[in-house]
């Protein structure tokens, strides 16, 4: 969950809402939660595939216009000299009063309510560890930030890893499910979402 920050769109000079609708965009995906904020911000933009860490290289090397940032790239875009068009976290946030849903896991519910159990209560208490031992799995984690320093890497996990990881609240299963009735309303998605919380 993103509370109030979530996937960046980012260009070379400042440039408007507007603007950037009639602009090429790189996504790190179709099938990812951030692009689904993107469309439903910005409705039906001309959108390419690019991997999530070489979208800031095709932005600057003039590939694309703007690009649609997830990961560290959220926290060191302005390093590198490009500009916020917008938050879609924050975007959702005011839209909504919700946080931005922009992952979870998914359980195959033929396993059965004991496994589905056990591996939940795993999960959990893998994170409980985690965020226990933040340092630890700070510096772990710091072999996949491609070069970032330890503040900022604490300053990306916190952003990722916090309550919600634990568990989503009421809030947060709000937002999942009012996310994917906005984005089969728009058409986005086909089918309705029936969803089950664990």
């Known amino acids: 969950m993103g509370d109030g920050y979530g996937p960046l ?3 070379r000079k400042p440039t408007s809402l507007d603007e950037v609708r009639k602009l090429k965009i790189a996504v790190p995906g179709t099938m990812t939660t951030a692009f689904l ?3 439903l ?3 039906d933009v001309e959108t390419t595939v690019v991997p999530f860490d070489k979208i800031m290289d095709a932005v ?3 590939d694309v216009e703007a ?3 997830i990961h560290e790239g959220q926290l060191t875009y302005a390093a590198r000299g490009f500009h916020k068009v917008i938050d879609l976290g924050e975007w959702w946030k005011n839209e909504t009063d919700l946080p931005l849903p922009l992952g979870g896991n998914a359980i195959r519910k033929s396993l059965g309510p004991d496994l589905i159990a056990t591996v939940s209560r795993l999960l959990r208490a893998s994170i409980e560890y985690g965020l226990a031992n933040r340092e630890v799995a700070v510096r772990h984690s710091m072999k996949y930030g491609r070069g970032m320093e330890e503040s900022l890497t604490d300053e990306f996990v916190g952003m990722y890893v916090n309550d919600y990881t634990i568990d989503y609240g009421d809030s947060g299963r709000e937002a999942v499910r009012l996310l994917l009735d ?10 309705p979402v029936q969803l089950e919380f664990v």
């Not at 906005?182 to 089918?191: E, N, V």
């Open 41 to 43: 911000c910005l409705g």
């Open 60 to 62: 600057d090397n003039g």
């Open 67 to 69: 690009g649609l940032l």
């Open 9 to 11: 769109i980012i260009s």
């Open 182 to 191: 906005r984005a089969h309303s728009s058409g986005i998605i086909p089918d």
């Open 37 to 39: 904020a993107l469309k």
